[in-house]
C-alpha cells in the first residue's frame, strides 16, 4: 500500500517582506524532515492581495531570488515545498504555485480563474493561466487547483480528466460571516464531481481591511471531512495519505471545532488590529473612552489584540457629559486594566466660541456647534498620537457610518477602525458575548470588559442635553435590517416595504445612505467582517442622483 505524507502549513505572511516569508517556510520545513510535501497557502512568498505592489518589477526580481533560494534548500533530498509566488513571463504576470524538489523549480502551476468581484481584483494583475495539468511528484499525479479555480468545477474537472489522483488547493481566503459552511458545502461539491479527495489550505492574519481565519481542512472521496485546522491561529499538521482499492484517501486526523457567531466576529477584529499595529510597528493605540458601548467594545477589543499596557485610553468631558458617563468610562477601564486620561474640552470650547462669535453672529447654535465637539476630541487624540507615536483607533460603528451619523474630521478621524462593518446591533451581541467569555486567543481579562449599564443604556453622543440616538435615528433594531437590506442585499425601498417597514423611513435612510458616501471615502479602514463592507466591496459614486423610489 503506497502512502504519501503532506504537510499543510497554514501560516500568516508579511506583506512584501519576501525574505521572512521565505525565511518562514524553510523553518517549517526544518521541522518536518519526516514530510514528503509540504503545501503552503497561495501567494505565501509574496503576501495576499498584494494589489499594485506586485506590478513593481523590483519586487518581482526578488521574488524570484527568494524562490530559488527555496528550490535550493530541496537539495538536500528531503521535502519537496509547493509555494505560492508571481511569475513574470513573456505575455505577462502570473499567480503560480511552484514545485520546489531536488534542488530545483521542479513544476510550475498558474491560476486559470481569476476573482474580479467584491475584494479581489485579479484580472488587473494577472494573467489567466492555461486549464491546468496534474504534477507528476513521487509516483503520484496530484492537481493543484488554486484558490478560485475550485469555486467553478471546469478546472478540477479538468484535472480529473488529465489522470490526477488527489487535490491540494492552496488558498488566500479572507474571513465573512458563515464562510465556513460555505467553504466545506463548495469542496464537497467539487469532491463528489470528481471522485477526488481535496485538501483545502487557506492562510492566517490580518492584512489591512482584510482578515484570513485559515480552518483549513481535507475532505475524502466519501465526502467526509478527514482533517479540520484551527481558526484564526498558524498550525503545521502531517497528514498521511494512501492510496486504496478506490483511490486515495487521507487518513483521519485532528478534528478541530471551529468559532461559531459571534466569537468569530470577535476574533476577527481582534486578529485584524493585532496584525495592522504590529506590522506597522505601532508601540500602541490610543482611543476616546466615552463611557458608551462603541468605545468600550473598541478598547476590549484592543486589550485582547495588543495587551492592556499597549491601550491607552482617553476620556475627554464636555460641558453635556453627564455623571453616568464619567462613571462608566472609569470603571471600564478599570476592567480592561488599561490607563485613561481625562482632558476636558471645554477650553477648547470657549475658545471656539469665542473665535467663531463674530462670523456666526444672528446664527443659532445647532449641529455646527455639536460637530465641533467631535472635531475637538478628534484634534486632541491626534496631537497625543503624534506625540507617542500610539495610533488612534477610532470607534464608529456601520450603522452610524451607513447614515453619516459621525463627523469627518472629528469621531471618524484615525487609523484603523474594528467595527467599521459592525452594525449596532452586532456591537451590542459582541459586547454581551464578550462579558461573558475571553477569546482564546486574547491578551486581556478573562471575564467582564465593560459594565453592564454600558449596554443597557439608551445609546447617545451627548453633544446636546439629553441627546439619545433615538433622536435622529430609528432603533437600531429597525435600522440595521433595513441596511442590511440596503447595503448586503442591493435592495431597493419598494422590496423593504414588502417586508414590512415603513415607506418614509426606507427611504430617509436610503438618502442618507447615498448622501454620506463622501464621509465613508475619507474614513479609516477597518475589519471585513461580511459580505458587503464599505470600502473593498462597495464601491458607490459620491456624486449620484439615483434613488430607488
Partial sequence: MTRLSILLAQLNQGMGDLVANADAMLAVRERWPQADLILFPELQLIGYPPEDLVLKPALIARAHDQLQRMAAATADGGPAMLVGTVIQLEDGLYNAMALLDGGAVAAMIRKHELPNYGTFDEKRLFQPGPPPEPIHFRGVRIGVPICEDIWFPKVVEQLKAAGAELLLSPNGSPYELDK???RLTLVRKRVAETGLPLAYLNRVGGQDELVFDGSSFIVNAD?????????????????????????????????????????????????????????????????????GIDSALSAAVAVDALGPDRVWCVMMPSRFTGDESLSDAAEC????????????????MLAFDAMLANAFAGRHRDLTEENLQSRIRGVTLMALSNKFGHMLLTTGNKSEMSVGYATIYGDMAGGYSVLKDAYKTTVFALSEWRNANAPALGLGPDGPVMPQNVITKPPTAELRDNQKDSDSLPPYDVLDPILHGLVEEELGVADLVARGFDRDTVARIE????????????????????TRNFGRDRRYPITNAFRSI
Avoid at 468569530?264 to 473612552?289: E, S, T
Fill in 180 to 182: 465556513d459552511d460555505l
Fill in 223 to 291: 465526502g467526509q471531512v478527514a482533517v479540520q485546522l484551527p481558526d484564526w491561529e498558524s498550525a503545521e499538521t502531517l497528514t498521511v495519505w494512501e492510496r486504496q482499492d478506490a483511490g486515495w484517501a487521507c487518513l483521519p486526523g485532528d478534528l478541530h471545532a471551529l468559532d461559531t457567531a459571534p466569537a468569530d466576529l470577535y476574533h476577527a477584529m481582534m486578529i485584524g488590529l493585532r496584525d495592522y499595529v504590529n506590522r506597522n510597528r505601532f508601540p500602541g493605540v490610543v482611543l476616546g473612552l466615552s463611557g
Fill in 333 to 348: 477601564a478599570r476592567m480592561l486594566g488599561v490607563k485613561l486620561d481625562t482632558i476636558a474640552i471645554e477650553p477648547a
Fill in 511 to 530: 438618502r442618507l445612505l447615498y448622501i454620506a458616501e463622501y464621509k465613508r471615502r475619507q474614513a479609516p479602514p477597518g475589519v471585513k467582517l461580511g
